[in-house]
């Protein structure tokens, strides 16, 4: 029988901290609501109990990606519509991204929240393997203040968790060191999405000459609660990949799970599935070995001074060359890519700006006399669909060129590749908005998803 709405009271706070202040207050507890997904089915079914609800599927604290030096931020309440869309989640998390796609349809992907699929607390959810095997962390929320758990320690069994009754999940924070693994992941149901997972999974490991390192296994719908298989990954860490680690591996991850039987599946299927999803995945970590290219075993051997020229092209820093150049030689192209990532996260705000000075304005095609031919060639290559944009946009572009210089003091910084002239001031418009730090911290990062490019296009030849 459907529930009466007279029955039930729903509050909409203003901001995250009226809403934590109408959690702590009272003897009556208030149940928070997001997207709804599955509240509403139950609603729908007569079987919600909880008749407080606190609304916070709109409040803006919960609903930002931040991209900070060492981590990314989400939102608790960000949809799974804007994780799969959002550029360096797709890139840094695509498991994460991958998993959003398959949750539900797309009407439930654009109103169900990554907050709410965790503290719904379901083994079958299909994004909580991802964060497992990403070692992310949760930062709680409440009058008393706020907390971060890692989220391996969070779900306590079947539809538990450390959460108090006062608090929210605020944020999921991923961490960004993920960038030289091989990740692969699942899902085993009737279908792909709009489904409930029969065996969903979630790995990753870094291979160095055959051998495996830091795996890591994440599996959903086998145990009460999504689980790591931490004596699976015991057993293949720093082994050399072959036919019988494979076979050894499939057999370990079936002895860690705990499978059932129901509506869905049987537990007999569900163990063939973790032994054949694990197979797939130690496999595709042997198919991944890359030899470096012909570019990188030259520059290997290359002396120091000259090394660092040759890529300076890729950044712009002097700092990051000369890291870049120490840390040599790189066994693959990979590895150079993580290196590359590694080396900008850790430098300072002078090493950015001198990158940033190697760009000519978006929308110019004169590179800075400091820049290399190389750098200038792919400048003008990245900015083609800008330079080939209507009269109007780039008057528009040079006009908000010159009140960001005003603002900020240096040059707009942005991955152009494949971007066109009206997108481009689109982003610069909002990029306008944010304060000193923020934005020289999304500049920053603009610059390490350029040299990415150019690293490829530098190790191609």
Same mark, same amino acid.
Request: hydrophobic share 40%.
């Given at each position: 029988?459907?529930? /009466?709405?007279?029955?039930?009271?729903?509050?909409a706070?203003?901001?995250?901290?009226?809403?934590?202040?109408? *959690? %702590?207050s009272?003897?009556?507890?208030?149940?928070?609501?997001?997207?709804?997904?599955?509240?509403?089915?139950?609603?729908?079914?007569?079987?919600?109990?909880?008749?407080?609800?606190?609304? !916070?599927?709109?409040?803006?604290?919960?609903?930002?990606?931040?991209i900070?030096?060492?981590? !990314?931020?989400?939102?608790?309440? #960000?949809?799974?519509?804007?994780?799969?869309?959002?550029? $360096?989640?797709?890139?840094? #998390?695509?498991?994460l991204?991958?998993?959003?796609?398959?949750?539900?349809?797309?009407?439930?992907?654009?109103r169900?929240?990554?907050?709410?699929n965790?503290?719904?607390?379901?083994?079958?959810?299909?994004?909580?393997?991802?964060?497992?095997?990403y070692?992310?962390?949760?930062?709680?929320?409440?009058?008393?203040?706020?907390?971060?758990?890692?989220?391996?320690?969070?779900?306590?069994?079947?539809k538990?968790? $450390?959460?108090?009754? /006062?608090?929210?999940?605020?944020?999921?924070?991923?961490?960004?060191?993920?960038?030289?693994y091989?990740?692969?992941?699942?899902?085993? =149901?009737?279908?792909?999405?709009?489904?409930?997972?029969?065996?969903c999974?979630?790995?990753?490991?870094?291979?160095?000459?055959?051998?495996?390192?830091?795996?890591?296994?994440?599996?959903?719908?086998?145990?009460p609660?999504?689980?790591?298989?931490?004596?699976?990954e015991?057993?293949? /860490?720093?082994?050399? *990949?072959?036919?019988?680690? +494979?076979?050894?591996?499939?057999?370990?991850?079936?002895?860690?799970?705990?499978?059932?039987?129901d509506?869905?599946?049987t537990?007999?299927y569900?163990?063939?599935?973790?032994?054949?999803?694990?197979?797939?995945?130690?496999k595709?970590?042997? =198919?991944?070995?890359?030899?470096?290219?012909?570019?990188?075993?030259?520059?290997?051997?290359?002396?120091?001074?000259?090394?660092?020229? @040759?890529?300076?092209? #890729?950044?712009?820093?002097? %700092?990051?060359?000369?890291?870049?150049?120490?840390?040599?030689?790189?066994? /693959?192209?990979?590895?150079?890519?993580?290196?590359?990532d590694? $080396?900008w996260?850790?430098?300072?705000?002078?090493?950015?700006?001198?990158?940033?000075?190697?760009?000519?304005? !978006?929308?110019?095609?004169?590179?800075p006399?400091?820049?290399?031919?190389?750098?200038?060639?792919?400048?003008?290559?990245?900015q083609s669909?800008?330079?080939?944009?209507?009269?109007? +946009?780039?008057?528009?572009?040079?006009?908000?060129?010159r009140?960001?210089?005003?603002?900020?003091?240096?040059?707009?910084?942005?991955?152009?590749?494949?971007?066109?002239?009206?997108?481009?001031?689109?982003?610069?418009?909002?990029?306008?908005?944010?304060?000193?730090?923020?934005?020289?911290? @999304?500049?920053a990062?603009?610059?390490?998803?350029?040299?990415?490019i150019r690293?490829?296009?530098?190790l191609?030849?």
């Amino acid at each position: 029988m459907r529930s /009466d709405p007279a029955e039930y009271d729903l509050v909409a706070p203003a901001n995250l901290e009226a809403a934590v202040s109408l *959690l %702590a207050s009272g003897s009556e507890r208030w149940l928070p609501i997001a997207g709804g997904t599955d509240l509403m089915v139950q609603f729908a079914a007569g079987t919600l109990r909880a008749r407080k609800l606190v609304s !916070i599927g709109r409040l803006p604290e919960l609903q930002r990606i931040e991209i900070l030096p060492d981590e !990314i931020q989400i939102g608790a309440g #960000c949809t799974y519509s804007d994780i799969r869309r959002h550029d $360096t989640v797709q890139r840094e #998390c695509p498991m994460l991204a991958r998993a959003a796609s398959w949750t539900g349809g797309i009407a439930n992907q654009n109103r169900g929240t990554l907050g709410g699929n965790i503290v719904n607390a379901s083994p079958a959810a299909d994004s909580l393997p991802a964060l497992l095997a990403y070692d992310a962390s949760l930062i709680l929320v409440s009058v008393r203040g706020e907390r971060r758990v890692p989220y391996r320690t969070f779900h306590t069994g079947y539809k538990t968790m $450390t959460l108090a009754p /006062d608090e929210l999940i605020r944020a999921v924070c991923v961490p960004r060191r993920f960038g030289g693994y091989i990740s692969h992941t699942r899902k085993v =149901g009737t279908r792909n999405a709009q489904a409930v997972s029969k065996v969903c999974m979630a790995a990753l490991a870094r291979m160095e000459n055959g051998i495996v390192h830091d795996p890591r296994i994440a599996l959903g719908s086998v145990a009460p609660r999504p689980i790591r298989l931490a004596e699976t990954e015991r057993m293949l /860490d720093r082994k050399p *990949l072959d036919s019988s680690l +494979v076979l050894l591996a499939s057999r370990t991850a079936v002895a860690e799970v705990e499978p059932i039987d129901d509506i869905r599946s049987t537990a007999r299927y569900r163990a063939a599935l973790v032994a054949n999803l694990v197979a797939e995945f130690l496999k595709k970590l042997g =198919g991944t070995q890359q030899a470096g290219s012909a570019t990188l075993e030259r520059w290997n051997l290359l002396p120091a001074d000259e090394a660092e020229k @040759e890529i300076l092209p #890729c950044c712009g820093s002097r %700092a990051w060359a000369r890291g870049m150049a120490r840390h040599r030689p790189y066994k /693959d192209d990979r590895s150079v890519l993580a290196a590359s990532d590694e $080396t900008w996260r850790s430098l300072g705000e002078a090493d950015w700006m001198e990158a940033f000075a190697s760009h000519p304005r !978006i929308g110019e095609s004169r590179a800075p006399q400091s820049a290399s031919a190389r750098s200038a060639a792919w400048s003008s290559e990245e900015q083609s669909h800008a330079a080939a944009a209507e009269d109007a +946009v780039r008057t528009a572009l040079a006009e908000a060129n010159r009140e960001y210089e005003r603002r900020f003091g240096r040059i707009f910084i942005i991955c152009a590749t494949g971007k066109q002239g009206s997108e481009i001031l689109q982003i610069l418009r909002q990029r306008l908005q944010n304060d000193a730090q923020t934005e020289i911290r @999304e500049a920053a990062e603009q610059q390490r998803q350029i040299s990415q490019i150019r690293l490829g296009k530098w190790l191609k030849g």
